[in-house]
C-alpha cells in the first residue's frame, strides 16, 4: 500500500469513526433527556398523590394548592401543602407512592419548620440492595423563598438510576467505544509496521552500498596487483589500499554483530575505575582527533568513579559515542569529555560542537535504524544501529542516556551509572 493511499484511508476511517461517536453520542443523549423527563414525570405524578393524601390525612379537602409539586433543580422537588405535616405518616405515603410508580431510587425527605424557619432533616429512604441509610452524608436541603408549608426530597443517586435505566444505550456505548480503541490500534500497529519496514529497506540498501563500496576497491586492488612487473612501492600502496577498506568492512560488521550481540549475550558485570578506561580509550583515539585537526578537552572531575558494568560492552558505549562526535563535528572536531558525581552517580558527558540534533528528531534518536534525515545529502554513512546500542547496553547495566542537542550548536550525551562502594 502506497503512502498517499495510507493516508487517505486512514483519513477516511477517522472521519467514519469520528461520525460513528457523535452519531452514537447523540442518541446516547437523547435517550437520557428522555428518561429524564420520564423520571421527572413519574416523580412529580407521585408527589401530587403524596401532597393529595397528606391533605386527605389533615382533613382539609379544599387546601390542594394549584401547582404543589415544583422541579427546584435535576434531583431535587419541593411539595407546598399549606398545612401541618406528619413526618411518619409523610415517610409512609413517599415509599408507597414510588413504589406504586416504579420509582426505585434512594432519596432523602425533609419538612420546613415554620417555626424556626428553615427546613428540618426528615430521613433517609433506601429502595436499592446493599444500600445503608446510616452511613448516607445529609443533604442540606435549601429554603425555597416563597414557600412556608412545605417538604423537599431529593435523590442523591438519580444520575446513576437514569444511567442504570439505560443499560443497553450504555453497553452499546461501550461496544463503539472499544471499536474505536481497536481500531485505533490497528492503524497504529499499521503504521509502525510500515516505519519499520521502511527503516529495514533503508537499512539493507544502505548496508549493501557500504559493503559494495570497499569490496569494490579491494577488487580493483586486486586486480592492478596480480599484473606482473609490479613496482614495490605500486604493491606497498595497494596493499595499505586493501588494509583500510578490509578495515573498513570489519567496523561496519562489528556495528552489525554488536547490536546483535546486544540482545543475545549476557552480560559479565564487574567492578571498574571509569577515568583508567576513558584514558585509554582516549589514548587510541587521539591519532585519529590529531588527523581531523581537532581538539579534545578532558575535564574529570568526577572524584568517584567506581561502577559496575560490562567492560567490552562499556567501553563500546562510549567509542560509538565519540565516534558519532568525531563524525558530526568535521571538518576540525572539538570535543569535550567531562565526568562528575551527583547524588550517589557518575556523569560521563561527551560534548561536540558538531552540527546538532533538531529537536523533532530527538525522541527517536535511539530507535534501531533511525537516522536523522538529511535530505539528499549522506556526507556521513551509518545504518542507525550506534545509539540504539549505546541505550539499549547502557540501560542493561542499570545505566540512563540523556541527550541535549540543538540543530547547528553541538550535542551533548550523558551517562548516568549508579556508583558503587
Not at 472521519?15 to 423527563?37: I, N, P, S, T
Not at 444500600?131 to 426530597?153: L, R
Not at 438510576?161 to 439505560?166: A, F, G, I, K, T
Request: charged letters at 20%.
Amino acid at each position: 500500500m502506497s503512502s498517499r493511499t495510507l493516508r487517505i484511508f486512514t483519513l477516511l476511517s477517522v472521519l467514519l469513526l469520528l461520525g460513528l461517536a457523535l452519531v452514537q453520542f447523540y442518541w446516547f443523549r437523547k435517550a437520557y433527556q428522555l428518561e429524564d423527563r420520564d423520571f421527572d414525570q413519574r416523580v412529580t405524578t407521585a408527589l401530587r398523590v403524596v401532597c393529595r393524601r397528606m391533605i386527605d390525612y389533615n382533613n382539609r379537602p379544599n387546601a390542594l394548592p394549584i401547582r404543589p409539586v415544583e422541579r427546584v433543580t435535576a434531583n431535587y422537588y419541593t411539595v407546598q401543602i399549606n398545612d401541618q405535616m406528619d413526618p411518619s405518616a409523610l415517610e409512609v405515603f413517599l415509599r408507597q407512592e414510588f413504589s406504586r410508580h416504579d420509582l426505585k431510587a434512594n432519596f432523602e425527605y425533609g419538612i420546613y419548620d415554620c417555626e424556626q424557619s428553615q427546613i428540618q432533616y426528615g430521613g433517609f429512604v433506601c429502595h436499592t440492595p446493599n444500600c445503608d441509610a446510616t452511613k448516607a452524608a445529609k443533604f442540606s436541603f435549601p429554603k425555597v423563598s416563597g414557600q412556608n408549608y412545605y417538604f423537599g426530597v431529593y435523590f442523591p443517586e438519580k444520575r446513576g438510576y437514569v444511567l442504570d435505566e439505560l443499560k443497553l444505550w450504555t453497553i452499546s456505548s461501550i461496544a463503539v467505544l472499544l471499536v474505536i480503541l481497536f481500531f485505533s490500534y490497528a492503524l497504529y500497529v499499521i503504521f509502525k509496521q510500515k516505519r519499520l519496514s521502511e527503516l529495514q529497506t533503508d537499512f539493507v540498501n544502505n548496508l549493501t552500498h557500504e559493503f559494495k563500496t570497499p569490496l569494490s576497491t579491494i577488487l580493483i586492488s586486486t586486480d592492478v596487483l596480480s599484473r606482473p612487473n609490479q613496482t614495490s612501492e605500486r604493491l606497498a600502496s595497494y596493499a595499505g589500499i586493501i588494509r583500510k577498506e578490509a578495515l573498513r568492512l570489519k567496523q561496519q560488521v562489528d556495528t552489525v554483530l554488536q547490536t546483535a550481540q546486544s540482545q543475545q549475550q549476557s552480560l559479565h558485570l564487574e567492578r571498574v575505575e571509569v577515568h583508567t578506561t576513558l584514558h585509554e580509550l582516549l589514548e587510541r583515539l587521539e591519532p585519529r582527533i590529531q588527523a581531523e585537526q581537532g581538539t579534545l578537552t578532558v575535564a574529570l572531575e568526577a572524584t568517584q568513579t567506581q561502577i559496575r558494568v560490562d567492560v567490552l560492552h562499556f567501553t563500546n558505549t562510549l567509542h560509538n559515542l565519540l565516534d558519532n562526535a568525531i563524525k558530526y563535528s568535521a571538518p576540525a572536531p572539538a570535543l569535550l569529555i567531562r565526568t562528575r558525581n551527583e547524588k550517589q552517580h557518575l556523569y560521563i558527558e561527551i560534548e561536540d560542537q558538531g552540527i546538532g540534533i533538531p529537536k523533532e528528531y530527538q525522541t527517536r534518536l535511539f530507535d534501531k535504524f533511525f537516522r536523522v534525515p538529511t535530505g539528499n545529502v549522506h556526507n556521513v554513512k551509518g545504518f542507525g544501529l550506534g545509539l540504539y546500542y549505546v541505550k539499549t547496553m547502557t540501560e542493561a547495566m542499570d545505566g540512563k542516556v540523556r541527550v541535549d542537542s540543538e540543530a547547528g550548536q553541538g550535542s551533548r550525551f550523558t551517562l548516568i551509572y549508579p556508583l558503587i562502594g
